[in-house]
Every structure is written in structure tokens, then in C-alpha cells.
């Protein structure tokens, strides 16, 4: 099962209510970054390329909280950085938790069995460990090896525990059709995971490697490639029907960057998790005050060649509620 019922169902709840009041923008799930600090250098990442003090800074509790009770979202994705550096980050679960939103907890695993005992397991709550290949291409891509066995030690960890366990895996131009199918394989098939995200990389400006982000051409090909056997059925992939068919080129659509909105130590980012165009202070000056039309391929020259999650899966899930085949289809498959 990819979604578990508890969360689909509550998100079919939460898009008919949107739909009943006639909001036309509202977040599916927010990114909280409440920290930039992490303890790897990975080459397809700028995030730790802000000053020292910014790297110092921790998100108080309340301010999380206050976050995403602000917004609404009733999914969090807490990223940053490595979130379990966050003295704290155990207690902005709880609370996030206590008031039943789902939260996935992205790492790169590395402190996920020494700090394990300061979580509880509950259906409103995964990890989401990055693995971005087998062993020597993870390595490679985080810039240290034996981080590709401590991730793996660190799920079959958490799942002993009784935790959830997602993962999280981005793909660049060095991968290929066979290098999808294999990581995605290991991860169904061998861990077990309970859920997989895939993603397309996206040229983060600061990132040290500039050279091997894919382009949408390229995007198509890779994964039209890897699905083509049939095992996209199969795998226990996070995502809904129609951004899988997006990724292969089978349906085409405009960016939503409303629909996953970032929040972090500056405030909400606009107008999304991986472009920085100036932050606000709340929710609803990001929604009142940004320029959306402005952004999405065809209209911002950054965005030529995204394909991320963050922008085009909220923009397939709305469209799996606008037709009662695609909804059944998604149903089906979760």
C-alpha cells in the first residue's frame, strides 16, 4: 500500500472542504525547514552554503507549530539541513503529531539510531531517509563513504522499532534506466520500505555540481525507460498516478508552487522550496502578495527545466479529483 488510508483519507476530507469554500489556493503539505546546518556536503545541494550564524540559528517550537497552524496544511515535511542535528526537532514532531497532521522527518540517517529512543512510532508519523542509489552512487552523491550503510542500518533500525520508514531518492544525469530500477528494487523489495519518493534533481543555484541536473527531455527518457518493464505498479511509490505519468511524459502540467509552500528560519519562501525570491511573515501574505503567473515554465527561464515534486505533484493530485476515473485509478493504486 503507497498511502496509507488514514492519510488518504483525511487528505480527500481536507481537498472537498477546500473545493465546498471555493479557495482556489491552499497548501497540500509545507516544508519546514526549522534548520539549515546538516552534517554532510552533498554536490546537488546549496543549503549549507549560508553564513555561519545562519547554520547556528534553531527554529523555536512555537514558531513550527505556529507555522503550520497557520497555514492548514495537514502534511509537514521537516527538512533542512539534517533536522536531527534540532535539539529540539523531537519535540516539534510531538507536537505536530498531538495535533494529528502527518509528518515525514527527512534525513540522511546518519543520527537516526542515536537519537530513535526520543521518538514514538504512530500512523501520523515517518522518517524519510534520503537514498539517492546503491551503495558506491550514494556515497558519491552525499561526498562520504559508509553514509550508504549507516542509512540503511539506520531504517532497518527504525523499522525493528516499529516505525514507518520512507525514502526519499533524487535522480541527476549520471543515473540511468537500470540505476533507477536497482535502488527502487533494494528499497521495495530488500528493506521493504513502506513508501518511496522519487524526484527528478533541480539546479539548486548554490549547489557545488552544476553539471549533472536533468533537463525535461532527459527527465522523460529516464524514467519513461526505468517504467517501462511495468514495475511502477509494483513499487510502493509515494506518489499519485498522475505525477508518475508526468515524470514519463504521458501528461504534461503547470507548476502549483502554492501547493507545497516552504517555510524556514526567514519565513515563507517564495514562491517555493527551491527558489528563493524573498520570504514573508505569514501564509497569507505569501498567497496574497506573490506574483504566481510569473512563475513555471514558459514564464520564468529558472524554471525551464523542473520537474519536481514540490511543484508538479500538487498540481496532479488536484487533477486526480477533478475526474472520477483518474480518483479511482489513485485510489486503487494507493
Request: proline share 6%; aromatic share 10%.
Amino acid at each position: 500500500m503507497a498511502v496509507p488510508m488514514r492519510q488518504a483519507a483525511r487528505m480527500g476530507a481536507y481537498l472537498l472542504k477546500q473545493r465546498l469554500a471555493g479557495n482556489e489556493r491552499y497548501p497540500l503539505i509545507v516544508e519546514l525547514e526549522p534548520l539549515f546546518q546538516c552534517n554532510l556536503a552533498c554536490e546537488g545541494c546549496g543549503k549549507i552554503q549560508h553564513p555561519e550564524h545562519e547554520l547556528r540559528r534553531r527554529m523555536p517550537v512555537a514558531q513550527a507549530v505556529g507555522a503550520i497552524e497557520e497555514c492548514g496544511a495537514p502534511m509537514v515535511s521537516i527538512a533542512g539541513g539534517e533536522p536531527l542535528i534540532h535539539p529540539e526537532i523531537d519535540e516539534i514532531v510531538r507536537q505536530l503529531v498531538k495535533r494529528k497532521k502527518f509528518v515525514y522527518l527527512c534525513t540522511n540517517g546518519l543520527l537516526l539510531e542515536r537519537k530513535l529512543d526520543r521518538f514514538t512510532p504512530s500512523p501520523y508519523f515517518a522518517w524519510a531517509v534520503h537514498i539517492d542509489g546503491l551503495r558506491e552512487r550514494h556515497d558519491e552523491s552525499v561526498a562520504r563513504d559508509g553514509v550508504f550503510d549507516k542509512a540503511v542500518a539506520a531504517i532497518k533500525a527504525a523499522k525493528a522499532k516499529g516505525f514507518r520508514v520512507t525514502t526519499n531518492t533524487t535522480f541527476f544525469t549520471h543515473d540511468s534506466p537500470e540505476t533507477v530500477r536497482s535502488v527502487l528494487d533494494f528499497l521495495n523489495d530488500e528493506l521493504e520500505v513502506d513508501q518511496m519518493m522519487i524526484s527528478p534533481a533541480y539546479a539548486y543555484e548554490k549547489a557545488p555540481d552544476q553539471e549533472h541536473f536533468l533537463g525535461v527531455r532527459q527527465t522523460r527518457e529516464l524514467f519513461r525507460a526505468a517504467f517501462a518493464d511495468g514495475r511502477r505498479k509494483r513499487w510502493r511509490l509515494n506518489h499519485s498516478p498522475l505525477f508518475l505519468d508526468f515524470l514519463e511524459g504521458k501528461a504534461d502540467y503547470e507548476c502549483t508552487p502554492w501547493g507545497i509552500p516552504s517555510y524556514s528560519l526567514f519565513g515563507w519562501q517564495r514562491p517555493c522550496y527551491l527558489m528563493g525570491d524573498g520570504y514573508t511573515a505569514t501564509y497569507k501574505e505569501l498567497l496574497e502578495t506573490t506574483d504566481w503567473d510569473s512563475y513555471g515554465r514558459g514564464n520564468d527561464p529558472r524554471c525551464e527545466n523542473c520537474m519536481a515534486h514540490c511543484g508538479y505533484e500538487p498540481t496532479a493530485v488536484l487533477a486526480s479529483t477533478r475526474s472520477v476515473r483518474q480518483s479511482l485509478r489513485a485510489l486503487v493504486q494507493s
